[in-house]
């Protein structure tokens, strides 16, 4: 596809200087095809995953579109979780950052109300919020859409498969007809096609083309593997990559759990993220991973929707995804601005079938990968090595320095005792045996991952997915 600048696409001064301090040089694919028919104000339907710009695609002209001397809401974007109501908020403020007197307002669930209620009383001009928060604040009448112009529908197929079709048909039929409406959704599935066939007029489909999907900076490898032996592998492969950070993909809300668990009880600074959390606790495990105090990251692919973090080296598909699309959104949180990346996939024996249907799909040979000898793990101790040097060029080791000469003291050398913290350095805990279900006491780890009770607001539904889920209906014990 021709490159396309931002210059080209006619936009005003002050949007230009926003995107230039963003460090933005040329328009994205779907931001390209995107655009223009936005400007003019068609109706809309994309198809694209995260990471391809989808979401100045759409926030670019909706800003571009709007009467900035009226302070009623204009612009309503639907999102499917508060992470992803979250990050677009953020994203649309920095557009926002030569507009006078336009704001923008993320309203979401596990936040107050009458917080919300305040900026809205301020005004904004752009709305972005969660389908059960909207309808929740349409009950008490405390926001109006009589004057919303364009409502966008972010992720749409994920808001659908989250069950939120009915909250987003009650919130489209009290926004006027004379609107512009946009969709965009990672898949084209049949009930994201009959929800714009209902409420878009004659609308122009844009998307990107399944051959650059995949980036070609990322080396993709499975294992073939049986249930028991994936985390022995998954543990064998942070230790030889020792990437700065990781991601770790399962397909259930357990799997989460029980993985993040492990990892952390063999010693792995690793955190867990699903749709069964609060958000308080959503927002600790991301400040966690985003400084680095923990450096793997166990999520599903619904928590993960909203996720932006640079320099994920390794992502581990720990289960393979339901989707060929899903394989595409995964893989593509590594190898990010040019950067090199890699994607390992554990593959059962069922599971040869859908690694198949992903090589079809993203038009890529994934290789089979070998596992690492432990001569292949050199390179991890001269890095261990480098950082000692790095810390006694630093200093500040007079505490450390009392607790070694304690140990000199008992007829230690020197070197013994260097020699023993390299090698705890180096190696991991090995995991202790599993306690028996019925005897074993939760541990303090345990409770970090536990499934929290739910504090939803009156009118928010689940954010789960039924990728989260078992499928299974619960079992009920029956009383004699």
Known sequence: MKTITFEQLKLSNEMLMAIADLGYEEATPIQAQAIPLLLEGRDVIGQAQTGTGKTAAFGIPAIERLDPKSKKPQVLVLCPTRELAIQVAGEISKLLKYFKGVYELPIYGGQPIDRQIRGLRRGAQIIIGTPGR?????????????????????????????????????????????????????????????????????????????????????????????????????????????????????????????????????????????????????????????????????ATDVAARGIDVGNVEVVFNFDMPNDEEYYVHRIGRTGRAGKGGRACSFVMHRDLEVLMGIEAYTKTKINRGSLPSVADDKPKTDQTIDKIVETLKKGELATHTQRIEGLLDLGYKSVDVAAALLSIAEARPKPSPKPSVRSAAPSAQSKTYSRPKTDRPRGERSKTSRNETSGRKPFKKKKY
């Not at 990107?208 to 032996?229: A, D, N, R």
């Not at 952390?264 to 069964?276: E, F, K, P, Q």
């Open 134 to 298: 909207m309808l929740d604040h349409l009950n008490r009448r405390t926001i109006s859409l009589d004057d919303i112009k364009t409502v966008i529908l972010d992720e749409a197929d994920e808001m659908l498969n989250m069950g939120f079709r009915p909250d987003i048909e009650k919130i489209l039929n009290r926004i006027s007809r004379d609107r512009q409406t946009v969709m965009f959704s990672a898949t084209m599935s049949e009930a994201v096609l009959k929800l714009a066939r209902t409420y878009q007029q004659a609308p122009e489909t844009v998307r990107v083309v399944h051959e650059k999907l995949t980036v070609p900076s990322i080396t993709q490898e499975y294992f073939e593997v049986t249930g028991q032996q994936r985390m022995e592998l998954l543990g064998r492969l942070i230790d030889h990559y020792n990437p700065s950070l990781a991601i770790v993909f399962c397909n259930t809300k357990r799997r989460v759990d029980n993985v993040a668990e492990k990892l952390a009880s063999r010693g792995y600074l690793a955190v867990g993220i699903h749709g069964g959390l609060t958000q308080r606790q959503r927002d600790s495990v991301m400040k966690k991973f985003r400084s680095g105090t923990a450096d793997i990251l166990v």
